[in-house]
Structure formats: structure tokens, C-alpha cells
């Protein structure tokens, strides 16, 4: 038998160079090939995508860019029979009336305050949505105590003079909480200083914000029916997720709770919201909140389809929290009662913050419904985005015949940017949370 | 022994108080929970009966019997301002409420099933169109969706007596769709019972399909059968019945007049707008429920069947839609639910459904608000918890096949 060394040298001592692909199996070529004309069926549906999009999309364009008006003062622009041109969106509208579509008929020279307002808001949503941000349980005091109780002075004007009398019955109010405290300790025979510092925390709470308040900052007062726009529709959507976050951790929590009662009250509550249109509740907050209330109070025409929303918000994020509590292994609530810690230490400390955590892209998408929902408060009469287009719509001086589809235009492209946006997050921090679970 | 008793004793708890039994303070708390909720009501009902007194507004459901002296434009059943009652208006409502639901639910599940199978499609342009219909359906809110629709779209459509003519006796106009409307002969139960027979007939042979294929292997072929019993027959019946000269459905054409449209049926622009709203919007949320659900189905089972030799169409017939709907079928509800719901933003163009008339005139007519907010939600709930009921006996049916 020869071995290797004898036999001839055909063998290559370097390895070739392979051959590129054939032109038809790479590159752009190939790709389309592919992905659009790989048979007949798919042939056919890449054509009729192409004739649908061809149908659709130059209109659009050239409606909405090419034969845009953006310059004008006045509806000669937007009309043919004027000398302007009909044919396009009338961008020179929104412009004109942008000040209207934030602000509302907000007092002119007070409009800083509603811009402090936005940046105060954004500086919340930041501090709370961005995971890597510092101190977030400050942030979460931020958003959900100082900065509502903040935005209220600002956009008022405060200084709500409750007057003397308030004053005392406070104060009989302060005495008696802290008397219960302290009343619960000894009966307990609990140590006295915890019960004393809890009591005297939520008086401190309570009176701080009123005492905000009732101080006069010198801020003129602009009544809630001058609001509207972006400002009312970002108002809407903060106070609901501001009351329907912690209201909906107290309902899904009730919901979870081994006492017969507070469990159906809220699976009544939480089954009773879902199940009726947000319209219906909404209208109900407009003629039924006022027949509530004893003869001589009044309840805010904004406020009450403010109530109705953060109602019906808690209900939705009550099942997401759900969701979450229920989604905690079980060893994690054993856990914490062995190491002896009574249910709000448990909640507070072990589960709540492990189980809010995963739900936060269900609650984001919560919030993107009700930032959407909030558009329905138009319908009630509040002047919200949607609310002053229509508004603006049917004003003479800008009667043309493209006007009402360029509002509906601007207002999808608000609410398209903020809800994509936050979509957007969600799915970011779903991949995060996915990673992080992954082995 | 004896040191061992001890021991037991010391290590046995010290006595507490009862205020520490979990049983206790759950009763406590319970109590506090029930005279809050109790207090509450009670303050809510007393200021409104007061607040009623003062009003003078007589409370209780007696105005359902009083005449409403108000017209609307989309009845279902015989209705007059001056005949009708607030009750008549209220059925008026409903029915309008649920046939924009009914329509809307069929169209929203084709389309939504359509854009869902796309977005999945290997068909990179066909996956992509559907994506953005999905994102940006999704992601503006219904309201100025069907704002856009009747204002911008709608509104736009010429006057009656230049309708755009779209053949088949479709005309559309700012006045809305009209269409030829059926009339039906005397001879129409017949046509009916050939249809009710074509049904049983299906019922039947179906199951015999199924007994045989599971006992001998062999298929049958259903799916024509099926179509022939249930379209073919009653059709043939229908033409065997016009050459005898007895025809059960003639159709009555609208007819061009100078000025407007006579005849035929008409369908006022509200109620498309809100149908095309809905079926759109709706459907973008289906899409991704469906998508969700096919991908839920392992890969492993498209290519188990494959390997059996199944082609892609049956593979996707038998083997994924199949699973892929047990996942799909419970958010598929909540989606129905939801456009039942939203059907109420009717009420923000004008078509008169449930909220609009009830909640709308009628409220502001009577002032009666707890009677009319009570009654309609009542109405929803009652819609919402019949479905999930329903939606349930079918989701168990489905689930049932797992093992």
C-alpha cells in the first residue's frame, strides 16, 4: 500500500477562494425574488399591493405635503374660488389656531404656567418610565403627591381661602386621627412611636397640601372653563393615571383578598366598570355626580369627567395589577411570612415591587387606552384637542372645504406620536424584562 | 418525661390578646368596609332624593309610558314622534345599538382575520402594509377616526341628484348608501324551508362524514356538500320557483328622480360611517390577537405535519388554525365586547343608538338620569356578560380537545 507522501501532489495546499453566488441569488435581485415573486400566488399579491399602495398613497402624499397650503392668514388661502388652493391640506389653519389647539382660551399672559405644567409632566414621565433614572421611589413621591398637588396651584392660581373655620375643623380632624393611632397602639399594645410617626405622617400629608393651597402665591386665578386643548386632553390622561394607578393596586389587592367582602366589593366594582361603555360613565359623572352632592355644592364642569375617567382607568389597571399579583410564584408570599412580616410589609416590601415591575408594559398599554379614551370627554362638552377642532372646524373665518379633514389630520397625527411612542416602550421594556428572565 | 412536659409548656406561645386573631381584625376590617360603602350610599341617595324634590322631577320608571314627541332618523320597528313612547324610542335605540354591532362584529372578524394572516404573510410587502395598518389604526383614537370618516370622507360626497352610481343598483350620495331593497312574495316560506332543510340536511351528513371517517378512514367531502345543501338548494329552489313565474324575491331598484333618490332601501351615512369606523378599527386589534394566536402554535406542529405529508393549506386548516383558536377565541371576545361598547361614540355623529337617544334626548327630555343611566348600563352589562357566557361555553368546547 503507498501512503500519502507517495502519491502524486493533486491536492491544493490552500483552500480556494468559493465562487460568489450566482447574480440571481444575491443582492437586491434575489431578495425581491424571494420575499415578493416566489410564485404565482405571491406574484399576484405583490401586484395588488403595489396597485392598492399606487391608489393611496400619491393621493395622500400629495394632498397632504405637494398641495399643502402652510402659509395664510384666512380662508382665502384654502379656496379656490379666493385664489388659494382647495386641492391640498391647510396647514396655514392648524398654524394660525395652534395656540388654541394647546392652551385653550387659557389667559394669554398666564400660558407660562400651563408650559411649566407640560415640563413638570415630562420631567415625572421620565423620571418614573426610565429605568435607569435615580432615586425612582422620589420619583414616584414626585409624581404622584408633589407634582399634582404643584400643577394644581399652578393651573388654578391656588390660593383657595378656606378661611378660619376650615382651619379648626382641620385641626379637630388632625387631633382625632392621631388619637386613633394612638388609641389602636395602646389596644394592641404596639409600641407607641411607630403608631405616633404614621398618624402624624398622613395629618402631615393632608395639612402640607392645604396649607399649598389655601397660600396665596400671588398667581391670578383662571377659571377651569378657559382650559382646553392638549393642555386639557394631557390633564385628563395625568389625573387618571395618577389616581387609577394607586386606586387600581388597592382594587386588585381587594380583589386578591381573603375576606369575602372586600373581594366582591371590588370584583362588583372592577366587573361593573368593564362592562360599560366609558360614555355611559362619563355621562353619568355629568348628571348623576351633581345630584349626589347636598343642594348648595357644585361640582366642577372639568372635574367630573376627570372623575369619571380615573374611575373607569382604576378598573383596567385593577386587572393588570391582577395580573401581576398573580404571576408572583407562590413562594414568594411564603417566603415573606416566614420571615415574620404582617400583609402591608408584605405587599409593600416582597410583592408589590417584584410584581409591578413585570406588569409595566400592560400598564403603559392601559395608559395608551385611556390617553385614546380621553378624546370621549369631548363629547360631554369639555374642550379637549379633539373638542377645539371641532371648535375651530365651523369658524367662519377659515370656512373652507379642506379644513375639517386637516384638523382630523392634525389630531391623529397627536395622538399617533404619543401612542406610538409609548408603544414603542412597552415593547422595549417587554424585551428588557424578557432578557432578564431568559437562562 | 418529666423535663420534657416543661419544655413543651415554656416553648408554648404566650397568651395575646384576640385583637391579634387574623380572624378578628378580617371581621374589623370587613365592618369598617361595609358601614364606609353603607354611609356612602346612603348620603348619595338621601341628597338625591332631595335634590329630585326640589327639581320636581317625579322619580320612578312611569315616563317609559309617556309620549316622546321626538323623531328618528334609523328605526327598526314602527316608530312616530307622535305616537311613540320614551319606551318605544328606547327599544329603537337598542336594536340600532345592536344591529351596528351585529354587522360590524361579522365584518371586523373577516378583516381582522385577513390583516392578522398578512401581517404573518411570507410576503415581505404584504406583512409590511398590514403592520402599518395595524400601528396606525391602533394608535389613534376611535373617536377621531369616525370623526374623520363622516366629516371628512362622507361629508364630502356629492349632493342626491349627482350620486356617484356604483352599478348594481348602488348609488352613494351625502345622504347615504342606497341599494335595492327585497320584497318578499307570499311563496318566501317555501325558500325558507328549503333553507331550514338544506340546514338539517348538513347537520346530518356531517355527522355521518365524521362517524364513517372514524371508523373506516375514508373522507368525505363536506365542505362542498355543505355549500351545496345551504346555498345551492335554496338557489335552485329560487330559480325553479321564477321560471314557474312565482318568484319569492323581486327586488325594488332605487329610481334617479331630479332631486333625490326614490325607492330602494337606504342607509343613512351615520350608520356607515360608524360601521366603517368600527370594522377598521376593530379589526387592527383582531389582527393582532390572530397573530398572536398562530404564533403561539409551535413550529414543531407545522412541520409534524409536513412531514406527514400534509400540504400548507391543510396543514394551516387542520393543524394550526385548529390550536392557534383555542388562544385566540378568549381576547377575540373581549374584542366583540369592545366593539359593542364603542358603538356608542355613535353618539358623537348623530347615529341614533342606544346612548344617543336614550342617554342623549331622552335624558335631556325627562331629566330622569338615574332611571335612564341605570337602564342603559344595565343594557351593557346584560350585553357583556351574555357574551362572555356564551363566548365561554364555546372557548370550553374548544379547549376540551386538549388532553
Redesign the interface.
Known amino acids: 500500500m503507498s501512503t500519502a507522501v507517495d502519491m502524486p501532489r493533486f491536492v491544493r495546499a490552500k483552500q480556494v477562494e468559493a465562487l460568489p453566488p450566482p447574480n440571481l441569488a444575491r443582492g437586491p435581485i434575489a431578495w425581491i425574488r424571494e ?2 415573486f ?1 410564485g404565482p400566488f ?1 406574484t399576484i ?2 401586484l395588488v ?2 396597485y ?2 399606487y391608489v393611496s398613497v400619491p393621493p395622500l402624499v400629495k394632498f397632504l405635503f405637494i398641495d399643502a397650503v402652510w402659509t395664510g392668514t384666512d380662508r382665502a388661502a384654502c379656496r379656490a374660488d379666493a385664489g388659494g388652493s382647495e386641492s391640498g391640506a391647510c396647514w396655514a389653519f392648524i398654524w394660525d389656531k395652534i395656540n388654541y389647539f394647546i392652551y385653550g382660551s387659557y389667559t394669554i399672559s398666564e400660558r407660562w404656567r400651563v408650559n411649566i405644567f407640560f415640563a413638570l409632566l415630562a420631567v415625572g414621565v421620565v423620571w418614573l418610565l426610565w429605568l435607569k433614572a435615580p432615586r425612582r421611589d422620589l420619583g414616584a413621591v414626585y409624581f404622584f403627591w408633589v407634582f399634582p398637588v404643584v400643577s394644581y396651584i399652578l393651573l388654578t392660581g391656588g390660593n383657595e381661602n378656606f378661611g378660619g373655620r376650615f382651619w379648626i375643623g382641620f385641626a379637630i380632624f388632625a387631633a382625632l386621627v392621631i388619637a386613633l393611632f394612638a388609641f389602636f397602639a395602646a ?3 404596639a409600641s407607641m412611636r411607630p403608631a405616633l410617626i404614621l398618624g402624624g405622617g398622613i395629618v402631615a400629608v393632608i395639612g402640607i397640601t392645604l396649607v399649598l393651597v389655601d397660600f396665596d402665591f400671588g398667581l391670578a386665578h383662571v377659571p377651569t372653563s378657559l382650559w382646553g386643548g392638549v393642555l386639557v386632553t394631557l390633564l385628563v390622561a395625568t389625573v387618571g393615571i395618577v389616581v387609577s394607578l394607586p386606586f387600581g393596586i388597592v382594587l386588585a389587592l381587594g380583589r386578591r383578598s ?5 373581594r366582591m ?1 371590588s370584583v362588583i366594582f372592577i366587573e ?1 366598570v ?7 360613565v362619563l ?2 359623572a355629568n ?2 355626580l ?6 348648595d355644592m357644585t361640582v366642577d364642569r372639568l372635574l367630573r369627567p376627570l372623575i369619571g375617567t380615573a374611575l373607569f382607568a382604576s378598573a383596567y389597571m385593577a386587572e393588570v395589577v391582577r395580573g401581576g399579583l398573580q404571576a408572583m410564584p407562590k413562594g414568594q408570599y411564603e417566603g415573606a411570612m416566614s420571615l415574620g412580616l404582617n400583609y402591608p410589609q408584605m405587599m409593600s416590601l416582597i410583592i408589590l415591587p417584584q410584581a409591578l415591575r413585570i406588569v409595566i408594559p400592560g400598564i403603559v398599554n392601559t395608559f ?1 387606552g385611556l390617553f ?2 380621553t ?2 370627554v ?2 360631554v362638552g369639555i374642550f379637549d384637542l ?1 373638542k377645539t377642532i ?1 371648535a375651530s ?1 365651523i369658524d367662519p373665518n377659515w370656512a373652507a ?1 379642506t379644513i ?2 386637516t384638523g ?1 389630520a392634525f ?2 397625527l397627536f ?2 406620536v404619543f ?2 411612542g409609548m ?1 414603542r416602550y412597552s415593547l422595549g421594556v417587554e424585551r428588557r424584562l424578557a432578557a432578564g428572565q431568559k437562562r | 418525661m418529666n423535663s420534657v412536659q416543661t419544655a413543651v409548656s415554656q416553648t408554648s406561645p404566650p397568651k395575646k390578646s384576640f385583637l391579634y386573631d387574623p380572624k378578628v381584625r378580617g371581621a374589623f376590617y370587613q365592618i369598617v368596609l361595609v358601614i364606609a360603602l353603607v354611609a356612602l350610599f346612603y348620603v348619595a341617595a338621601t341628597n338625591a332624593i332631595e335634590n329630585l324634590q326640589r327639581a320636581k322631577i317625579a322619580s320612578g320608571f312611569g315616563f317609559l309610558n309617556n309620549t316622546a314627541g321626538f323623531d328618528i332618523s334609523q328605526t327598526l320597528i314602527q316608530f312616530s314622534a307622535a305616537g311613540g313612547t320614551y319606551g318605544d324610542a328606547f327599544i329603537v335605540g337598542l336594536l340600532n345599538t345592536l344591529i351596528v354591532s351585529a354587522i360590524g362584529i361579522f365584518f371586523t372578524t373577516f378583516l381582522g382575520f385577513l390583516i392578522g394572516i398578512a401581517r404573518l404573510s411570507k410576503n415581505w410587502m404584504v406583512a409590511k402594509v398590514a403592520m402599518v395598518y395595524v400601528e396606525v389604526l391602533r394608535n389613534i383614537p376611535l373617536l377621531v377616526q369616525l370623526l374623520f370618516w363622516y366629516i371628512a370622507v362622507l361629508g364630502a360626497l356629492p349632493q342626491p341628484r349627482n350620486s356617484l352610481e356604483m352599478g348594481a343598483g348602488f348609488y352613494l350620495n351625502s345622504r347615504g348608501l342606497f341599494m335595492a331593497k327585497p320584497l318578499w312574495a307570499s311563496n318566501i316560506g317555501i325558500l325558507v324551508g328549503v333553507l331550514l332543510l338544506g340546514l338539517i340536511g348538513t347537520f346530518i351528513y356531517r355527522r355521518w362524514a365524521r362517524k364513517q371517517q372514524e371508523q373506516t378512514g375514508r373522507q368525505y367531502p363536506v365542505g362542498k356538500v355543505t355549500l351545496a345543501l345551504v346555498l345551492g338548494l335554496p338557489i335552485l329552489t329560487w330559480i325553479v320557483l321564477a321560471l314557474f313565474g312565482a318568484n319569492p324575491i323581486s327586488f325594488e331598484l332605487p329610481r334617479k328622480g331630479t332631486f333625490n333618490l326614490t325607492g330602494g332601501m337606504q342607509i343613512l351615512p351615520e350608520f356607515v360611517a360608524l360601521l366603517l369606523g368600527l370594522v377598521t378599527y376593530t379589526a387592527a386589534f383582531i389582527a393582532e390577537v390572530v397573530r398572536a394566536g398562530i404564533l403561539a402554535v409551535s413550529k414543531g406542529q407545522t412541520e409534524a405535519a409536513g412531514s406527514l405529508g400534509l400540504t400548507p393549506g391543510q396543514t394551516l386548516r387542520l393543524v394550526v388554525i385548529p390550536q392557534a383558536m383555542r388562544v385566540i377565541i378568549p381576547p377575540l371576545t373581549s374584542q366583540y365586547l369592545n366593539l359593542t361598547k364603542n358603538s356608542s361614540l355613535a353618539v358623537a355623529i348623530g347615529y341614533p343608538d342606544l346612548v344617543q337617544v336614550f342617554m342623549g334626548t331622552v335624558l335631556n327630555q325627562t331629566g330622569q338620569a338615574i332611571e335612564v343611566v341605570v337602564i342603559t348600563m344595565g343594557v351593557y352589562l346584560t350585553i357583556s356578560l351574555l357574551t362572555s357566557f356564551l363566548m365561554n361555553i364555546y372557548n370550553r368546547r374548544v379547549a376540551i380537545v386538549e388532553r
Do not use: H, Q, W
Not at chain 1, 290 to 295: I, K, S
Open positions: 420575499n415578493l416566489s405571491n399579491l405583490t399591493v403595489f392598492l399602495l389596644l394592641l399594645k381573603k375576606l369575602p367582602i372586600v366589593a361593573f368593564r362592562g360599560v361603555p366609558l360614555i355611559t355621562i353619568m348628571t348623576m351633581p345630584l349626589f352632592l347636598p343642594g395608551i385614546k379614551d378624546s370621549l369631548a363629547i379633539v371641532e372646524r372645504p375639517g379633514i382630523y389630531a391623529a395622538y399617533f401612542c406610538f408603544s
